[in-house]
C-alpha cells in the first residue's frame, strides 16, 4: 500500500526554523516526482514546493522562494521542507504528495496525499 | 484572490445531478489539463479526476471531468451523502510557471 507520513509540525516563533519530513513507502519512491501543499486553516490549497526523483529539478512558489528549501533522501524514503523565515501567514497542514502514475513533473497531479502535519508560526 | 474560480458553495439532493464550475484562463486551463480534488471534512484531499477527465481507480463514475476553452466542470450523478465534502480543481499556469488550485467548493447534500 502506498503511504506517505508527514512529521515534524509544531509551533514555532515569528523568524524562527522548522523541518517538515515525509516518510514514504510502499513504492519505489526514487523514481517519482514529490511535492508539498500546504491548507491554512479554513482557507483552499496551495502548492508550495516539487523535487524531481533525483533532485535535479526544484521548484518553489513565489510565496515561499528563499526561504524554504526542499531535499529529499532517495535511500531513507524520505522527503523533507526546511522552512526558514517563517511568518505567521506560513500557519497551515503541511501534506506531501507524490506525483500520480504517469504524470509529468509540472502538472498538480498529486497522487496520494499524506495525512498532513500542523504547523503553527505565532508568537 | 485564486487564479482558478470555483463557486464558495453548492448543494443538492440525493440522487441529483450537481455541476461544479472552474473558471480560468488562456494560459492556465486553456493550455493544460484539469485535476480535481476531493477533500472530505478532517482529511486530506484526494485525487478525483486527472488529465481534465480521467477517473483513477477506485473512483466512482458517478464522477466525470470536462473541460472547454477556459473553463472546467466537475459533474456528479447520483448525489449521495458521503459526496458531501469540498472540491478543489488545479491546473498548470503557463504565465506563473507553477501550479494553481481554485478557492474550493463546499458541497452540501441536503
Same mark, same amino acid.
Do not use: H
Given at each position: !500500500?502506498?503511504?506517505?507520513?508527514?512529521?515534524?509540525?509544531?509551533?514555532?516563533?515569528? &523568524? &524562527? *526554523?522548522?523541518?517538515? *519530513?515525509?516518510?514514504?513507502?510502499? #513504492?519505489? #519512491?526514487?523514481? $517519482?516526482?514529490?511535492?508539498?501543499?500546504?491548507?491554512?486553516?479554513?482557507?483552499?490549497? !496551495?502548492?508550495?514546493?516539487? @523535487?524531481? *526523483?533525483?533532485?535535479? $529539478? @526544484?521548484?518553489?512558489?513565489?510565496?515561499?522562494?528563499?526561504? #524554504?528549501? @526542499?531535499?529529499?533522501?532517495?535511500?531513507?524514503?524520505?522527503?523533507?521542507?526546511?522552512?526558514?523565515?517563517?511568518?505567521? !501567514?506560513?500557519?497551515?497542514?503541511?501534506?506531501?504528495?507524490?506525483?500520480?502514475?504517469?504524470?509529468?513533473?509540472?502538472?498538480?497531479? #498529486?497522487?496520494?496525499?499524506?495525512?498532513?502535519?500542523?504547523? @503553527?508560526?505565532?508568537? | 484572490?485564486?487564479?482558478?474560480?470555483?463557486?464558495?458553495?453548492?448543494?443538492?439532493?440525493?440522487?441529483?445531478?450537481?455541476?461544479?464550475?472552474?473558471?480560468? =484562463?488562456?494560459?492556465?486551463?486553456?493550455?493544460?489539463?484539469? %485535476?480535481?480534488?476531493?477533500?472530505?471534512?478532517?482529511?486530506?484531499?484526494?485525487?478525483?479526476? %486527472?488529465?481534465?477527465?480521467?477517473?483513477?481507480?477506485?473512483?466512482?463514475?458517478?464522477?466525470?471531468?470536462?473541460? =472547454?476553452?477556459?473553463?472546467?466542470?466537475?459533474?456528479?450523478?447520483?448525489?449521495?451523502?458521503?459526496?458531501?465534502? +469540498?472540491? %478543489?480543481?488545479?491546473?498548470?499556469? +503557463?504565465?506563473? =510557471?507553477?501550479?494553481?488550485?481554485?478557492?474550493?467548493?463546499?458541497?452540501?447534500?441536503?
Amino acid at each position: !500500500e502506498v503511504q506517505l507520513v508527514e512529521s515534524g509540525g509544531g509551533l514555532v516563533k515569528p &523568524g &524562527g *526554523s522548522l523541518r517538515v *519530513s515525509c516518510a514514504a513507502s510502499g #513504492f519505489t #519512491f526514487n523514481t $517519482y516526482t514529490m511535492n508539498w501543499v500546504r491548507q491554512a486553516p479554513g482557507k483552499g490549497l !496551495e502548492w508550495v514546493s516539487s @523535487i524531481s *526523483s533525483s533532485s535535479s $529539478y @526544484i521548484y518553489y512558489a513565489d510565496s515561499v522562494k528563499g526561504r #524554504f528549501t @526542499i531535499s529529499r533522501d532517495n535511500a531513507k524514503n524520505s522527503l523533507y521542507l526546511q522552512m526558514n523565515s517563517l511568518r505567521v !501567514e506560513d500557519t497551515a497542514v503541511y501534506y506531501c504528495a507524490r506525483l500520480g502514475e504517469g504524470g509529468s513533473g509540472t502538472d498538480p497531479y #498529486f497522487d496520494p496525499w499524506g495525512q498532513g502535519t500542523l504547523v @503553527i508560526v505565532s508568537s | 484572490q485564486s487564479v482558478l474560480t470555483q463557486p464558495p458553495s453548492a448543494s443538492g439532493t440525493p440522487g441529483q445531478r450537481v455541476s461544479i464550475s472552474c473558471s480560468g =484562463s488562456m494560459s492556465s486551463i486553456g493550455s493544460n489539463y484539469v %485535476y480535481w480534488y476531493q477533500q472530505l471534512p478532517g482529511t486530506a484531499p484526494k485525487l478525483l479526476i %486527472y488529465r481534465s477527465n480521467q477517473r483513477p481507480s477506485g473512483v466512482p463514475d458517478r464522477f466525470s471531468g470536462s473541460k =472547454s476553452g477556459t473553463s472546467a466542470s466537475l459533474a456528479i450523478t447520483g448525489l449521495r451523502s458521503e459526496d458531501e465534502a +469540498d472540491y %478543489y480543481c488545479a491546473t498548470w499556469d +503557463d504565465s506563473l =510557471s507553477g501550479p494553481v488550485f481554485g478557492g474550493g467548493t463546499q458541497l452540501t447534500v441536503l
